[in-house]
């Protein structure tokens, strides 16, 4: 139907939105960083044994120069769906919402302040202990402690230095031992507001004894239970070619470019990549597993064409299988684009484990800012 | 009648003796003229008579035709027959006849007159023995011994306007004798003078000859000949001149019926049934009967102006000859008025005890705006009816939640009535005779529902020939087949069949056509199919037995090209949406006598629905479900009539959720935690009968209806489940006008409603759970100004009880996941003002103002409901223009649908996603909605065929309608999915 194809076409054309998506509505997406935000948050080791510590830290990506002087206020309780620790602590309400489940609030009745932990600064130590989660620990017939409980780790990074917030902490205990209540309500007044205008973040740390229980005989590339590690991401490697099939070149944490330069990146795996494990399942079989890891991707200047990459499918044809596939990423347009382009890489293993990494690219002749 | 002519006989190539021409100018008006029949293009074989067959007749039928532009004929005289109702039978073939078409140039169609032979030969069966030829066969002589010998002449009739004139004339003609001495061709040679009508006058008179046969030595022979036809006035025995007799003389009621025939719609043939046809002069006039047909008996000869009226169609008149000793028999195509909705949305006025029933007539309802012609789709423009978003065919009435709507198709609920997308409803126009809307305070013959009910009523009248239809826009097409069903040798038919298929294509050609910069292949556009049909039987007058099948098939999704690349495994994969249903049903309507009726619906079926949700989980439901509907109505003494029937329903059903990574520990609480396979099924049966029993009193001739009823259902899964409940329902309605111009009506009413499968069985459920619960009041009037011009008023209260509410605080113990414990309220008022056809232009305005509230437990706070949209309104007006053309026009203004607001957002950063902070639930609403849609239809009547073209224009000003509020990834940015932009839908629809 030659004679139809236009107006059809025209027609197809303001359908088409509809159905494409809501790429086309123009609004911002996860791999452009127009504002600070937190990308990630590792714990670091990724799973620990009731009583253990890990230590947890943030990617907070920004969109131009330096790193904001931000502070960060760190809080950590017992996962709220698992019923108990953080009794009724509402995580929204924690972090300046407004609403969440307020059905489900009880905070003050059963708030137990033991049961919180917090911290103020780039890093926050957790340890697993506590009443509550030793109480809930408790409860667990023994094979289940090998997957554990989750515990709910928040970074809410404010508009005031790490020093002014801890003063605050201070003066918020002392208050609370004087009965000052006046100091009381004006610091809560000033943390709330903080909170509500900050920058926030959550994940969850696994507490498990993986030597509650004991595997059957698997072909595997282990042979026992183990906590989850951190994944390692070692690098960008930078391709020539289009289809990513050259070797390619190691990058470095700068790399000259040309404006709308077109670079094709991979990330590097390693052996401890892709972990395997085991798990006995709720059928008391034990399975050899392995991870899938993921990799998000983000910038404040140029374009990525994938938010996401992920490990090539050994029936995918168009990728070497198990290796990571390649996301190109395109340099601003401008040759005088001084400041740097910032690249960020956030490797997620699907079961906690978190790697990050950053690259800076800089136009080839720009000027010296 | 005593035109006398001279014959002149003379053999093959015997030069016609010089013509006298007496004549002189032309006439006046214009008189017939015999025109060389043009070649047959179809002709249906004429039916042999059984007289015929029994007296072993045989022979040619001489018909004299007029043939339209198109080469139909119009009208069909029998000049000659053998007899034994050959005539007749011929007649008839011929009205069905179609010719190549008639060159354009000459004189006009009417005036053009064809003769056209017919031959009946006999079956061999029928043929009686010819007895052995003793001898040799005789020895053709090499000459003519004999010529043709004429036996039997009739004289032609002289055309009036040349008797008054004065004019005399000459024919020529060239006679075909067969060697049996019947006429086999009458060819006309020479006229003069033309244009006076001797030519057809003569002919005539000539095909009526009866001739021995030429022999050459003892063998007869078929011979050519001329003859030459005379008309001279002064060779006619004057007699009492023709005229017209007046009004109511001379009609012999107990004479032969010599006008008769058939008055048809034009374009659709489609016979018409009850219209007055008018012999002008007379002032006599008959009623077509249930094929169309009308005859008169006893007109005395003369030439008569003869009217059709019928309503909806525009007055045809024609004048018709009358001769003395003939029949004529004629075919009228009368066109279609070209109005616009015509008997779109009718009270129905024989009965009136629903207070609130809204049926709708077929016809060209289909013509409405913005509903692709869909005649089910203009339920949403009623009063009461909230419109869904993106107008997806979701049936949302007075506040309620679309599940507490049913769709029914001849009293049987179905889990659908609109395909995917809204676009069309499952069931093709030709199957449906009237849709009936209730959006609330129904009767007792309805329940399981809080809401609405819609119910729509399949065909059972069929017409008396085949008729098809070939419709196709840019969405779909669709074909269907209609006839009658008839007994060997009756013309009554004792039923009828309908037949149709539909299927869109949407899928097919939107990826061919879309610019290559738009990548389609993700997504599996929405595709429908539907096969249906019917068939009727009336064994007597007193029962009809009929048989209903439909199946329809929808799916839809999106494909991911690679199910890995995505971080969240619930967005993975394949999302696809099917569902599938069929149904049989078996009806059997019965009355013993006029007192006592009965309907019973036999009907099973199979539900079948599966969601592909990505990796992360598949869902099939299965249901095999038989109904049974009994509707009983009987008329104890005149003033009440108790109407009793059961309703019951039964099902085998099983569902499985086969969840393919599922946190199966935590219950889906920990996107970090180990994933296992999880699957969740359950199979079961379930019963759910139910009685209804409701009296209509009518008192006060009539003018008080009151209709107290009580149904009683029962639902129950073995082992699982159990409600009873009792619902008693009152009607009334009053008209204080003795002219009958003013009613006010109301009802009051409790209404259950079973909840949800999955909400009560072990697996997923609370067997625990009750029925929610509504307690509904109406009052209201209606007013009829004028003929077409009324005005409805309505008002309505419901109360909710008992709502199943979903408790996510319950996921570890799955009997605590639902609960009776929502309450709401919905109040409102609609105003329905209708204009019936008024100067071709009608149409309605339907308001609706309402509130629609929920709390979701005693204590809870009150909020809006999610289709709470205080503000409906509906205009929808059609006007028929010159040249089968009409135009029609709706514009909607309907309230946004409340929403709750994203107040915050927490960023998950083990699924790399942003969890938003929910303000005050529906404690904001999205910007209103309005839009204008216009529909031009052009009917383009062929006699045989009619085509309609149609340019049905969606949103013409192209409006921005927000549907649905989108966020970006961490939900501080947000913009509107807005509905469809200008959509022009072009189509035809083709019925024979």
Known sequence: ?369 | MADRGLIALGLLLLIAAPTAVWGADLPDAPAPVVMPTPDVLDLPPPAYPQAALDAAIEGAVVLLLQIDGDGVPTQVDVVREPGGGLGEAAANALLNAVFDSPPAEGPDHGMRRYFHVVRFVLPEEHRPPVPEPEGPEPEMADELTQLPVLTSQVAAHYPEAAKEAGVQAQVTLELEVSDTGTLDAVTLLDEQPPGWGFGVEASRAAWQFAFEPAFAGPVPVPVRITYTYRFELEEVVVEAPVETPDAGEAIDHEGPVNLSGVVRERGTRKPLVGVDVIIEELEHSTVTDDYGSFAFRGIPAGIYRLLVAAPGYEKFETEEDVVAGEATSVIYFVRETPTGINETVVRVKAEKKEVTKRSISIETIERIPGTFGDPVKVVQNLPGVARSPFDFGLLIVRGSAPEDSGAHIDGIRVPQLFHFGGFRSVLTPVMLESVDFYPGGFGPAFGRLTGGVLDVRTRNDYEDTIHGLVQADLLDASAAITGPIKKKGQREPIGGFVIAARRSYLDLILPLLAPSSVDLGGIILPQWTDLQGKLTLRPNANHRLSVLAYWSQDRAGARSADPASANNEATQGDFLFRNDFWRVGLGWKAKADDRARSELTVSFGQDLARFDIGSFAKVDIDTFIVQIREDAEIDLIPELTLRFGADIIASAFGFEFDFQNFNVRGFGDDPTAEKEAFNLSQRDFAFGPAAFVEGRFKLADERIQLVPGLRFDVYWVPGNFDIATLDPRFQWRITPDPKRLLDIKGSVGLYHQNPQVFEIVEATGNVDLQAEESIQVTAGAEVRFTEFFSLDVQGFYKRLDKLVTFNAGGAGDRSELWQNNGEGQIYGAEVFLRLQRWNNLEGWIALTLQRSQRQDCPDCDPYWFDYDQPVIFDVVLSYGLPYGFRIGARWRYVSGNPETPIVGSIYDADTNNYLPLQGDENSDRLPDFHALDIRIDKDINFRRWKLTVYLDLMNAYNRQNPESRVHNFDYTENTFLVGLPILPNLGFKAQF
């Open chain 1, 1 to 369: 139907m030659p004679s139809l194809r236009r107006p059809l076409s025209a027609l197809l054309a303001l359908l088409l939105p509809l159905l494409a998506g809501c790429d086309v509505l123009y609004m911002t997406s996860a791999k452009q960083v127009v504002r600070p935000r937190i990308v990630g948050i590792r714990a670091t080791p990724a799973e620990i044994g009731l009583g253990e510590s890990t230590v947890l830290d943030a990617l907070l990506v920004h969109p131009q120069g330096e790193r904001p002087a931000l502070g960060a206020v760190w809080f950590a309780c017992l996962e709220s769906g698992n019923a108990r620790g953080c009794a009724g602590l509402d995580f929204g309400s924690l972090l300046g919402g407004d609403g969440g489940d307020d059905d489900d609030s009880a905070a003050g009745e059963d708030f137990d302040a033991g049961d919180l932990q917090f911290g103020v600064g780039d890093e926050f130590t957790y340890t697993a202990e506590g009443r509550f989660i030793e109480d809930a620990w408790a409860e667990l017939e023994p094979e289940d402690r090998v997957e554990g409980l989750s515990v709910l780790i928040s970074v809410n990074y404010v508009h005031a230095t790490n020093d002014e917030l801890q003063t605050m902490i201070l003066d918020l205990a002392a208050a609370s031992q004087s009965g000052d209540q006046e100091t009381l309500d004006r610091i809560g007044d000033r943390f709330a507001e903080l909170l509500g205008d900050g920058i926030n973040a959550a994940r969850r740390v696994v507490v498990s004894d993986k030597s509650a229980d004991q595997p059957e005989p698997v072909a595997c590339g282990v042979s026992e239970l183990l906590p989850n590690h951190n994944p390692t991401l070692p690098g960008l490697v930078l391709h020539t070619s289009e289809d990513g099939l050259d070797e390619g070149y190691p990058m470095g944490a700068l790399t000259f470019g040309q404006p709308e330069e077109e670079l094709w990146l991979r990330p590097r795996l390693d052996e401890a990549a892709r972990e395997a494990y085991l798990y006995i399942n709720l059928d008391g079989e034990t399975e050899c597993r392995q991870e899938t890891p993921y990799f998000a991707w983000m910038s404040n200047a140029g374009s990525l064409d994938d938010g996401n990459t992920f490990i090539a499918d050994p029936l995918d044809l168009d990728e070497l299988a198990n290796r990571a596939k390649s996301n190109r990423f395109t340099l601003p347009n401008r040759k005088d684009f001084q400041r740097p382009v910032d690249l960020w890489i956030v490797m997620r293993d699907r079961r906690g484990g978190v790697a990050f990494g950053h690259w800076s690219f800089r136009m080839a002749d720009a000027p010296t800012p």
